[in-house]
Structures are given as C-alpha cells and as structure tokens.
C-alpha cells in the first residue's frame, strides 16, 4: 500500500508536540502558559486517532486476521511494558501507557470493522459519552499507582486502584482513549472512499466541533490536572476537550491535504514515517540524557533545549531511513517499531 503522505506529516507533527510535553516535565521550572499546555495536549489525540485510522486503510489485506491483530497489539504492549521497566523504573500494566490503550485497541478493532458504518458511529459516542459517567461513578484520581521497582508506592489522598486506571482515570485509559482509535477508522473508511478530506464538508465538521468544543471547555474545563509536572490539558478528559481535539485533527488533516507538498513539512514526515521507534527513543533520551543533565529551566532555556533534542530526534529519523532501505527482511518485531 501507497503510504499517505498526510498521515506521516501529522504524526510527525505530534512527535514535535509529544517531545515538548514529555520534556517539560523533568525540565521546566515553572507551569507553563496555557498556549504550551494546549500545544502538548495534541500528541496523544492524534497518534492514537492515526493508529485506528492505519487499521482502517490496512484492513483488506488477506492476512488481517484477528491473530494479526492480537500478535501485533501483544507486541505493541511488550514495548510499553519495556518502556515502564528500563525508563520509568515501574511494574508494568499499572498506569496505563499510551502503548498499553494502542495494543489493546488493535484486537477490539477487529470486531470493529466487522459492525456496519452507522453502528460504528454508535460506538463511539458512547464512549466519549460514557467517560464523565464512569469518571463521576468510579473517581479520578489525582495520579495514578505507581509500583516501583525499588519497592515505593506513591500514596495520596484520593488514589483509586489497577482496574479504574485501565477504565478511566490512567494515564490513557479505555474511556475516553478508545474511542480515538475507533473514530480513527471510522475516518480512515471516509478517507478510503473520497482519498482525501479536500471538501467543504470536512472544512465544515472540523472547524465546527473546534469551535464548539471550545466553547463547552471554556465554561467546564475540568480540573485540568498537572500530573508529575506534565503539562497536558486532558488529566480529566472532558467532552469539551474530546469535541474541540477531534476538530483540530480534522481541521489539520484538511489543511495538510491541501499543502502536503510543501518543503516545509519534510521534517514532519520523516519524523512519522517511524513514530513508534521515535516515542521511545525519545522517552530513553529524556530518561538519561536530558534530566540527568538539565533540570529546573526557565521556559527561554526550555525552548534551545527543545530546539536541540528536535534536530537530534530528525537525525535519528533519517538515520533510521537508511537502515529501513537497507534491511528489508526484517522480523514482524522491528517492522513495526520501525514503522513498516
């Protein structure tokens, strides 16, 4: 299959979002302006939405079977359990990483594709529905349960347990988090039927649940929690952030398909064309590098910091593509971590 030019520049696009977030944490020394907050709230969203919509525009291939889905999503969460081991120094399955919601979402997909168009829509505003329910039924904690190797156990005031991690108040958990996946291939049949969203109707759809969910967020914005010092806006996620995020990724995928030409989004695509090795090889360069060596900055010093591991990780990024080109036999394994 034809790679689409526009999938690879947005997820490239949210590794620069998902570098800023993820490094803001162990660096900044102050909570960041709202603009930065928003600007790191949009990784997370987009990549998961992307995976669903990858489902969706591989699904016809013969060998996607549900033991294609099952292998791949194992392998996805062996990832996220490696990245809790050697990197954030936890047990695994606990908080429940965005590779862990990833990995679990692809067998779920597999039924899914296998409902019709209108039951799929069905799905998944019951999700995005269900999520303040289960939020006010089960409880949100401030921060999630953390195991770690040593033997610690973060406690605070208001902790829930394992289960309402993987349900809704994780770090990614199933409610609101699948419904992205599952929205993504919903987009990715529309996607396949019209090639791109070049219509007004998408211009439309997008600007409009921007828009609304704006002003939904602006007047309940939950408590938008700082978790550990990472900045993102979605610790609740609310309606109003579900609504206006899903805008945005339309909106963007509207006004990339119509410029995905320009030069200037090479760095972008590159980035995206091996996402999964980029999310851990830049948690690893955080983890080791980076707040070993710098911690407690101003946001001036913060942006060259930022300026910096960026030119690094598209270094890695083209290096990477080089080692695609010359190895084309490679195992399932490093297939996908190098993205195809």
């Known amino acids: 299959m034809k790679r689409d030019t526009t999938i690879d520049i947005l997820r490239g696009i949210a590794i620069f979002t998902m570098i800023a977030a993820n490094t803001s944490a162990p660096v900044l020394a102050e909570t960041p302006p709202m603009w930065f907050r928003w600007y790191g709230s949009l990784a997370a969203p987009m990549f998961i939405f992307l995976s669903g919509m990858m ?9 996607h079977t549900l033991n294609y889905f099952l292998v791949r999503g194992m392998i996805i969460m062996a990832i996220g359990a490696m990245i809790d081991l050697l990197v954030n120094t936890i047990y695994p399955f606990t908080t429940v990483d965005v590779l862990y919601l990833i990995g679990i979402s692809l067998p779920i997909s597999y039924f899914f594709l296998r409902t019709n168009f209108w039951f799929r829509w069905v799905i998944v505003i019951l999700i995005f ?15 999630p349960t ?18 309402a991690h993987w349900l809704v ?9 699948v419904g992205f996946s599952l929205l993504g291939i919903v987009m990715g049949d529309l996607r396949k039927k019209y090639e791109n969203f070049k219509k007004p109707t998408f211009i439309l759809v997008g600007i409009g649940l921007l ?18 010092g990472y900045i993102e806006l979605f610790y609740p996620p609310t309606i109003g952030y579900i609504l206006a995020v899903i805008g945005f990724i339309i909106s963007l995928f509207v006004l990339v398909d119509y410029t995905s030409s320009l030069v200037l989004y090479q760095p972008f695509k590159i980035l995206g064309e091996a996402s999964l090795f980029m999310y851990l090889s830049h948690l690893a360069i955080i983890r080791y590098v980076i707040s070993v060596l710098w911690s407690e900055q101003q946001l001036q010093a913060f942006g060259l910091i930022y300026a910096a591991f960026l030119l690094v990780m598209i ?3 083209y290096g990477l593509k080089f ?3 010359n190895w084309r036999k490679r195992p399932l394994f490093f297939k996908i971590l190098l993205g195809g």
């Open 55 to 63: 489902v969706s525009l591989t699904s016809q291939k013969a060998n």
């Open 129 to 143: 529905a269900l999520t303040p329910i289960l939020q006010n039924a089960i409880g949100y904690t401030d921060y």
């Open 146 to 163: 953390e195991y770690s190797l040593s033997g610690e156990v973060n406690n605070i005031e208001n902790q829930t347990n394992i289960l």
């Open 169 to 177: 108040d994780g770090w990614f958990p199933i409610f609101p988090w």
């Open 211 to 228: 828009v609304l969910g704006g002003i939904i967020w602006w007047f309940y914005p939950g408590k938008m929690l700082t978790r550990e």
């Open 315 to 317: 270094g890695i990024a």
């Open 323 to 325: 080692v695609k080109r």
